[in-house]
């Protein structure tokens, strides 16, 4: 992994961490941690991380998984074998629940020959509980293991199988898998149980291709729901696969079913994969595979239908502007894309000029089919700031329900309304004006 997918990842750490009083020595040890991981400074690693779990455990957790594993993957002989070892001999339970998949991974890369392997079979049988330990990501290094114990000829097939579907057990025990909760902690979970499920049900198919493996590692790749919290399983895709394009496997079973002439299914999956991921080669498929299924209703109608479908009621508000009143009490008919956003918001500023840039070329155009707004949240001084940059694009302050009615949860959020008024939240991280300019086909 490069130093820049590196520290990419170690800031979507940082985005996840909860809001709250977090101790200021807690930020100073996070970030001494990797050089001295790196340096081999190892009792003052073990000494720092043991202060920090119990300054703030979830930033301890997410150097461990997030930062620590990286090393390891990219220079497993890196002192982190001798940095955990000594870890877990400070007796320290949860630390040691937390850090036991980890160190046996990092001991599997080492692993040289056959009582090396048993004895990493063993631990691994030892450590995959009946359900998943969220916070020692196990489900994440069994797989891992896997992959290097399967590089290095130490298990068959049917070895993998039996701890692939341990693996699989104990994520579909995890309650939300299919039903969501709208608390950002439980979606997060879920997004990340899903993507290891998906990954082990292809890794099952792999070595056992039966239509059902490769359906369910469909199934479960990240939906719509998970797309808004990929850091959840950012790393876990890094790790598994160096792949943090594509995170699903939806791509491949929509393959399997045009190669079995089952277009009809395949129509709908790649409607799907499309709506995740609108990009110009995405939608371009898309309107070739629909159009040589001869139906009579336009590619147009069809992708806003779906679109629309994907979406959920829009909340029934008026929202008053300094010159006009946004209805949502009203289908829309046309569509609506709203911005909300803080003046305390450093990713919001940012990304202000791009969307006055965007009103300005979208009000020049009679026809154009997009309405475009924007919500103000906590904003101090908000009249002085838009007319400081002279940001001329419509701006309303709103209150915590209406910011609650939207499922805002995080800033910026992007809102895209339908004609028929159903709304979709825009991921963060991606290139959002090509995802309204390619939802809305502008």
């Given at each position: 992994?490069?130093?820049?997918?590196?520290?990419?990842?170690?800031?979507?750490?940082?985005?996840?961490?909860?809001?709250?009083?977090?101790?200021?020595?807690?930020?100073?040890?996070?970030?001494?941690?990797?050089?001295?991981?790196?340096?081999?400074?190892?009792?003052?690693?073990?000494?720092?991380?043991?202060?920090?779990?119990?300054?703030?455990?979830?930033?301890?957790?997410?150097?461990?998984?997030?930062?620590?594993?990286?090393?390891?993957?990219?220079?497993?002989?890196?002192?982190?074998?001798?940095?955990?070892?000594?870890?877990?001999?400070?007796?320290?339970?949860?630390?040691?629940?937390?850090?036991?998949?980890?160190?046996?991974?990092?001991?599997?890369?080492?692993?040289?020959?056959?009582?090396?392997?048993?004895?990493?079979?063993?631990?691994?049988?030892?450590?995959?509980?009946?359900?998943?330990?969220?916070?020692?990501?196990?489900?994440?290094?069994?797989?891992?293991?896997?992959?290097?114990?399967?590089?290095?000829?130490?298990?068959?097939?049917?070895?993998?199988?039996?701890?692939?579907?341990?693996?699989?057990?104990?994520?579909?025990?995890?309650?939300?898998?299919v039903k969501i909760k709208t608390e950002r902690s439980d979606e997060e979970k879920r997004a990340w149980h899903r993507y290891l499920l998906a990954y082990s049900y292809n890794y099952l198919y792999r070595i056992d291709p039966k239509e059902e493996y490769l359906k369910k590692a469909s199934d479960?790749?990240?939906?719509?729901?998970?797309?808004?919290?990929?850091?959840?399983?950012?790393?876990?895709?890094?790790?598994?696969?160096?792949?943090?394009?594509?995170?699903?496997?939806?791509?491949?079973?929509?393959?399997?079913?045009?190669?079995?002439?089952?277009?009809?299914?395949?129509?709908?999956?790649?409607?799907?994969?499309?709506?995740?991921?609108?990009?110009?080669?995405?939608?371009?498929?898309?309107?070739?595979?629909?159009?040589?299924?001869?139906?009579?209703?336009?590619?147009?109608?069809?992708?806003?239908?779906?679109?629309?479908?994907?979406?959920?009621?829009?909340?029934?508000?008026?929202?008053?502007?300094?010159?006009?009143?946004?209805?949502?009490?009203?289908?829309?008919?046309?569509?609506?894309?709203?911005?909300?956003?803080?003046?305390?918001?450093?990713?919001?500023?940012?990304?202000?000029?791009?969307?006055?840039?965007?009103?300005?070329?979208?009000?020049?155009?009679?026809?154009?089919?997009?309405?475009?707004?924007?919500?103000?949240?906590?904003?101090?001084?908000?009249?002085?700031?838009?007319?400081?940059?002279?940001?001329?694009?419509?701006?309303?302050?709103?209150?915590?329900?209406?910011?609650?009615?939207?499922?805002?949860?995080?800033?910026?959020?992007?809102?895209?309304?339908?004609?028929?008024?159903?709304?979709?939240?825009?991921?963060?991280?991606?290139?959002?004006?090509?995802?309204?300019?390619?939802?809305?086909?502008?």
């Open positions: 992994m490069n130093k820049l997918l590196m520290t990419f990842a170690i800031g979507l750490s940082f985005l996840s961490l909860c809001a709250g009083q977090i101790p200021e020595k807690a930020f100073t040890l996070t970030n001494s941690l990797s050089d001295l991981w790196r340096n081999g400074e190892t009792k003052t690693a073990v000494e720092s991380s043991v202060e920090l779990y119990h300054l703030s455990p979830q930033m301890f957790i997410d150097r461990i998984h997030n930062t620590l594993s990286q090393q390891i993957q990219n220079a497993p002989r890196l002192y982190a074998q001798q940095y955990l070892e000594q870890l877990i001999l400070k007796n320290n339970n949860k630390i040691n629940t937390i850090v036991a998949p980890i160190y046996l991974w990092s001991k599997s890369m080492e692993a040289t020959n056959e009582n090396d392997f048993k004895g990493i079979l063993k631990d691994l049988n030892g450590i995959l509980k009946d359900s998943t330990n969220y916070d020692s990501r196990t489900e994440r290094y069994t797989l891992l293991i896997l992959q290097e114990l399967e590089q290095k000829k130490a298990i068959d097939n049917k070895g993998i199988a039996k701890i692939l579907n341990k693996n699989i057990t104990n994520l579909e025990s995890y309650p939300y898998i479960y790749s990240p939906d719509q729901n998970d797309r808004l919290r990929k850091s959840a399983y950012f790393y876990d895709a890094a790790l598994l696969t160096g792949n943090t394009r594509e995170f699903g496997f939806q791509s491949k079973y929509q393959k399997y079913l045009v190669e079995n002439n089952r277009n009809a299914e395949a129509l709908v999956l790649l409607s799907n994969i499309t709506f995740g991921n609108p990009s110009d080669v995405n939608l371009k498929s898309l309107r070739e595979f629909y159009e040589k299924s001869n139906s009579d209703l336009s590619f147009s109608d069809y992708w806003t239908a779906y679109v629309h479908k994907m979406g959920n009621p829009v909340p029934k508000v008026k929202i008053k502007y300094e010159n006009e009143e946004l209805n949502l009490t009203e289908k829309p008919k046309n569509w609506i894309y709203i911005d909300v956003w803080g003046t305390w918001c450093g990713p919001c500023r940012k990304e202000l000029p791009e969307l006055q840039s965007l009103f300005t070329t979208n009000s020049s155009n009679k026809d154009s089919k997009l309405r475009i707004y924007s919500f103000s949240y906590g904003s101090q001084n908000l009249l002085a700031f838009m007319n400081d940059n002279k940001y001329t694009f419509p701006v309303s302050e709103i209150d915590k329900q209406t910011n609650d009615a939207f499922e805002v949860s995080g800033y910026p959020t992007k809102i895209l309304i339908s004609p028929e008024g159903n709304f979709i939240k825009i991921p963060f991280g991606v290139d959002w004006k090509t995802y309204i300019k390619n939802y809305t086909l502008m």
